[in-house]
């Protein structure tokens, strides 16, 4: 399927980051897993190394490779520990937002920063009130004067607490409809009035930060704000066409992972003395997943290539979440399955997998509403 996508620069690019991350990261997969703590030198690593640049100009320090190589980035940090792709995504989207919508000052004081890791992002758009409509945001943005003050609060964020730069979207005209009344702003991690809690685990994605952010008259600069004021709502909607890619992306290289485990298990297990590869009902679980898995990553890359080109992808984005999610919490499914009593074990990757699976249909827009977009643009 590669050959359809990849170009001469993606196979030695491929290569390159097989190498960096079988040093970096394969070691201390499981010791992320079991500590729920992802070092945050790793993560520096992956931005030293250049993988949060593939969307940022070279100008900017990045490595201006495209989509396609950032779908392929993410795929291969995610066979081995997709919650060091989690930690990483906000960064990819915050550097695709100050790139696309961001001035020039703020190119050169931030976007360099985070293509090269030096700084840490965190996207901060759901409320407690607000999740899937997130136009219904009540965090405020008052102006008064040259400056802003924040008020209100986010929660499941990611990067809570060890993020330098939170990309924070408000309501700064509330006259209008959100729509046209929301704006985003860069808010840096020591600014008073910011108050970072990580009161609750996760299910999964073992590894990353995740909590709430409260703000309490936080003063921004007008300098902070990224985009136009009131342009909030569009710059969103561009971002996460990106974001629902990624996740595409990390679903995929969860799948990738658990199907490879199980090919190699059923070879290797032996019941009633032969491997159970041999077992008809076994062939039949590898094929189905080998399809789907094969399906959601021609839907991924499809996206990614008409995105280089210029095209809308919001229907294709969508599509590919969709079907990327749910065909990883089948797959990691069918994967603890073939491994029978030892795939509900932690001494196997595949309990892992299936954990971390189910996040991708909720993270980055709910399945249901990814439903709600195909149809609507299908319907238009």
């Known amino acids: 399927m590669n050959e359809l996508f990849f170009t001469e620069k993606h196979y030695p690019l491929q290569e390159d980051v097989r190498k960096f991350l079988l040093t970096e990261l394969e070691p201390i997969k499981n010791e992320i897993n079991q500590n729920k703590k992802i070092p945050l030198s790793l993560i520096k690593e992956i ?3 250049g993988l949060f640049g593939p969307l940022i100009p070279k100008r900017y320090n990045g490595s201006e490779l495209g989509m396609i190589a950032h ?8 066979k081995i520990n997709v919650a060091a792709s989690v930690t990483r995504t906000p960064c990819i989207l915050d550097g695709y937002l100050l790139n696309k919508f961001g001035n020039e000052d703020q190119k050169e004081n931030y976007l360099k920063k985070i293509a090269t890791g030096e700084k840490i992002c965190s996207i901060c758009v759901t409320e407690e009130g607000a999740g899937s409509n997130v136009a219904g945001i009540k965090t ?6 040259d400056i802003y003050l924040l008020n209100g609060s986010k929660k499941f964020i990611t990067n809570a607490g060890i993020a330098d730069y939170y990309f924070i979207w408000c309501i700064t005209n509330q006259n209008v409809n959100s729509r046209n009344g929301m704006s985003v702003f860069l808010v840096e991690k020591d600014s008073p009035g910011l108050t970072i809690e990580n009161p609750y685990d996760l299910m999964g994605i073992n590894g990353i930060y995740n909590g709430t952010l409260q703000l309490n008259n936080i003063e921004v600069s007008e300098e902070n704000l990224i985009g136009e004021e009131g342009s909030g709502f569009k710059s969103l909607m561009a971002t996460f066409n990106i974001e ?3 996740l595409s992306s990390e679903s995929n290289g969860i799948s990738l992972a658990a199907l490879e485990d199980s090919k190699y298990y059923a070879k290797n297990r032996i019941q009633f003395n032969k491997p159970i590869s041999s077992f008809q009902l076994i062939k039949l679980k590898i ?3 080998a399809t789907k898995l ?10 990614a290539k008409l995105n280089e080109i210029n095209m809308n992808i919001t229907k294709e984005a969508s599509m590919a979440k969709v079907f990327s999610s749910k065909t990883a ?5 069918e994967a603890v399955q073939i491994h029978g009593g030892d795939g509900y074990t932690d001494i196997y990757s595949v309990e892992r997998y299936m954990r971390d699976a189910k996040f991708f249909m909720i993270g980055g827009g709910t399945t249901e509403i990814q439903n709600l977009i195909i149809a609507r643009e299908e319907l238009k």
């Open 47 to 49: 931005g030293k190394k």
């Open 71 to 78: 779908c392929m980035i993410t795929e291969e940090i995610s």
């Open 140 to 145: 405020v943005a008052t102006k008064k004067g």
């Open 244 to 246: 629902r890619l990624t």
């Open 287 to 289: 094929a189905e997943m």
């Open 294 to 303: 094969q399906a959601a990553r021609l839907l991924t890359y499809n996206a």
């Open 329 to 333: 919490v089948e797959i990691t499914s």
